[in-house]
């Protein structure tokens, strides 16, 4: 089965939606997290490259993380979940060879700018 995660930020205290929903990425089963990378235009959100420049984002007490489904996942728990993935599954970048828009960061996570979700 696999999952897409999204980052819900700006959300407004009435409502509870979102200004701006970010793809964290996808899971499969058996499979390293796959994480979305972005190229924002310039004055735009600095780009996300490696897990450091999403950990900054996800551990941001003023967002909140959804799966497709529209559930919620603390950040704790989502990232143990992530921490699994990465020692229990195969890496789909080095699986089907790294092209320009996928890369391994240099801490071992997954990432692709193509849209995939």
Same mark, same amino acid.
């Given at each position: 089965?696999?999952?897409?995660?999204?980052?819900?930020?700006?959300?407004?205290?009435?409502?509870?939606?979102?200004?701006?929903?970010?793809?964290?990425?996808?899971?499969?089963?058996?499979?390293?997290? #796959? @994480?979305?990378?972005?190229?924002?235009?310039?004055? =735009?959100?600095? /780009?996300? *490259?490696? %897990? $450091?420049?999403?950990?900054?984002? #996800? @551990?941001?007490?003023?967002?909140?993380?959804?799966? =497709?489904?529209? /559930?919620? *996942?603390? %950040? $704790?728990?989502?990232?143990?979940?992530?921490?699994?993935?990465?020692?229990?599954?195969?890496?789909?970048?080095?699986?089907?060879?790294?092209?320009?828009?996928?890369?391994?960061?240099?801490?071992?996570?997954?990432?692709?700018?193509?849209?995939?979700?």
């Amino acid at each position: 089965m696999t999952t897409n995660y999204y980052l819900w930020a700006g959300i407004c205290r009435c409502c509870e939606r979102p200004e701006k929903i970010y793809h964290i990425g996808l899971s499969a089963g058996g499979w390293q997290f #796959l @994480f979305q990378a972005y190229n924002f235009s310039e004055g =735009e959100s600095p /780009h996300i *490259h490696n %897990i $450091e420049d999403w950990k900054a984002l #996800l @551990f941001n007490k003023n967002y909140k993380i959804y799966d =497709e489904y529209e /559930h919620e *996942h603390p %950040i $704790e728990e989502f990232w143990g979940f992530i921490q699994n993935k990465q020692k229990e599954g195969r890496s789909h970048v080095l699986e089907y060879g790294i092209r320009d828009d996928e890369w391994v960061d240099d801490q071992g996570y997954n990432f692709s700018l193509r849209d995939f979700s």
